[in-house]
């Protein structure tokens, strides 16, 4: 069953969380002086227009009309109930998702990289950089690039640049360049962390070049609000009050955030965090000013970080790699207002299969751990014998990861 | 801009265009004896619902309700205007496509792979056979098998098997099981007749197991009909009477069959097919009674056809490697009632990128032959400064082709 959103009833603003959180949000420090960063050390980076957004306190920060009829492309996402795989688990919860995987770069990436290609090029400018790991932040921006005509040069993780081609020639099908990294030493698999400070280098040395982020910041948790947005209006419709937990795996917490932030006011709504075991940030990381990436150029944010030089093992849900974790998302965690849960990858996939084969779609390795907790949230409430509305994002499809799902069907899959 | 059509009036019944044809079908012959094939000869391969589908006069089947719940999955898909390749080209065309790649295969393919999953286990079927070149039809009844819980074996042409790991491993997360074909030839690179006569083989040697074809056959082009009823009523809901034309790439027949056969009774309306030169089956080929596979063990089809022993060059557009047509497909070119143009690859690869950096999503190469005619027709009524109504069927997605893509953007491809 699914309840699609007439395209006249889009949201047309964002969702600021800012003013409905129980603690401030303390601001960035500049790496080198660790005093709070200034607008003005931000702008050789980011436009104007991204650096307000970062900082206003406003409730909501409307959309401009160039950025919707972007969105339009694929927005409003369906909002659809997992009937099948209710029935598989044999559970009295009614179990509702978001499908941001329809988007053309496959998840909920483009939300963000849309807006964020759109006010650089109105800001007059010509070319944005950005790292990716396995490739789906880096496809997401050479799509907005593309259809803002603006050169996209996106550093790839060396590694994922071998292994995984198939996200570079997206990448490259969308007029972007895709480069590995890091650029000066061959050798080396390349990190996050390496490919963070090419693409940073790269846009502090040309005029004409900005760098783009796919999450963490408070802007980009903005433009995903869009998600939780839609999910209220459509769970009307469907005729439910409210969820009664609202669940999203989290690297960065983009996905996360979008779907959940939303429902932040609402004390009666249960929020969740979804992560893998492998790079436990919020079940297991400290709350602390770190370093955004690992060499030490990006600005310290007060995050729970399991230390900006660890290393996460290379798991398959490759978005979900990261030492740190969104503030918002901290913020939310150490107040208690959300709640977080670690999963092991081969657990996860076991998920994913079954949704593959009750629901019919084939989730991302990512998109698998917000189900492993839904099928358990599920599996209580069956337990307990009790109704239970869970609604959680579909951050993006697995059909560029089949490679991760060939590995555990074989049975080589290790936690 | 897209037209959603609501759940409740997605289409509940099969159109079926034997009635309106101008010419009567001519009969299937037995490969031995050349005589009309009876119920009888295709019992061993086919439940008999099926085979009444087949040669049915009625102008609607019913739908059944079990099949409507698993349709709904996806469907119905939406009908989009691809405005934004309408401003690239300054055309004053409106184009409209159908988006049948939202499916859980990504393709229209499990239009009729989910009815003839449900009327095989119906009639008490616990195994299905089919063969499979580059895996889009594997993996749509791999899909449809799952959902109903019957076993699928899928005999996967041996040089794709090999080359193309990600549709075996697509196919084999639904639970179905991949082989290269031939199976008694390791060192054969296969084909689809190879494919074909070792699935007719499996199928007609166990009472548990029937056969199931992915195109070409009557019953295959009436479940896709449902993808040119939503259309005609989506088509309303825009404001528009009629498109004045319909496009499809054609391989068998299928997808073009889908969205075209609802327009056959208004003859206001040109169908167009559109073939790979490669393969002109249409626009060179004779129109005679020939086999349906290489082999000579499949029956004899009266339709346009290459020869059954024509091997196509290797393009990317696999779908379209058939040397014959569907009989319905073949009758209505033979009358004149619809039009065929065949484009060498590049041309189309050129269409698809000039698609993916305006409307933002990949496509299949198979849908790339559409987009490519949809282009050039978009041109000549921008030439001729008129307005022109024009659709087509989107029918999947490029994101398991992205090697081809990578040949083209390198420009390695060969016409």
């Not at 060396?158 to 061959?186: C, F, H, I, N």
């Not at 080396?188 to 390496?194: A, E, F, K, Q, R």
Request: hydrophobic fraction near 40%; charge should be negative.
């Amino acid at each position: 069953m699914r309840w699609n959103l007439p395209v006249s009833e889009m949201p047309t603003t964002w969702f600021n969380v800012v003013p409905h959180l129980s603690k401030p949000l303390e601001p960035p420090l500049h790496p080198g002086t660790r005093q709070p960063l200034g607008p003005e050390d931000l702008s050789p980076l980011f436009p104007m227009a991204l650096i307000g957004q970062e900082v206003t306190t406003e409730p909501t920060v409307e959309i401009p009309g160039e950025v919707i009829d972007v969105l339009r492309l694929w927005r409003p996402t369906p909002l659809v109930r997992a009937v099948r795989l209710e029935k598989a688990l044999g559970t009295p919860a009614r179990i509702y998702f978001k499908d941001e995987s329809v988007s053309p770069a496959g998840s909920h990436k483009p939300n963000t990289a849309v807006p964020q290609a759109f006010y650089n090029k109105a800001e007059g400018v010509a070319r944005l950089t950005t790292e990716t790991g396995a490739g789906q932040w880096g496809s997401a921006l050479s799509f907005a690039s593309a259809i803002y005509g603006l050169e996209c040069m996106v550093y790839m993780v060396r590694a994922s640049y071998e292994q995984k081609p198939y996200r570079r020639v997206l990448m490259e099908t969308w007029g972007g360049r895709a480069v590995p990294s890091p650029v000066d030493d061959p050798s080396h698999p390349g990190s996050l962390g390496t490919a963070i400070s090419d693409a940073v280098k790269d846009a502090a040395s040309r005029a004409d070049t900005h760098y783009s982020l796919g999450s963490v910041l408070n802007h980009v948790l903005l433009h995903q609000t869009i998600i939780g947005q839609e999910a209220q209006a459509q769970l009307a419709r469907a005729g439910e009050t409210r969820p009664d937990v609202v669940i999203g795996c989290c690297g960065g917490g983009s996905n996360l955030g979008g779907i959940s932030l939303p429902f932040v006011p609402d004390g009666d709504v249960r929020l969740l965090a979804v992560e893998p075991a492998s790079c436990p940030t919020l079940t297991a990381g400290k709350l602390e000013y770190d370093y955004g990436d690992a060499a030490g150029y990006a600005p310290l944010l007060l995050m729970y970080t399991l230390g900006h030089d660890f290393i996460p093992p290379s798991i398959h849900a490759g978005g979900l790699r990261y030492h740190g974790d969104a503030p918002i998302i901290s913020n939310l965690v150490s107040t208690g207002r959300m709640e977080a849960v670690a999963y092991p990858q081969t657990k996860t996939f076991d998920a994913a299969l079954t949704w593959a084969r009750s629901q019919g779609t084939v989730p991302a390795p990512e998109t698998g751990h917000a189900i492993r907790a839904v099928i358990d949230e599920a599996l209580a409430a069956k337990e307990a014998g009790k109704e239970k509305v869970i609604l959680f994002n579909y951050s993006g499809h697995g059909l560029l990861d089949l490679s991760a799902y060939d590995s555990y069907l074989q049975g080589e899959l290790k936690d």
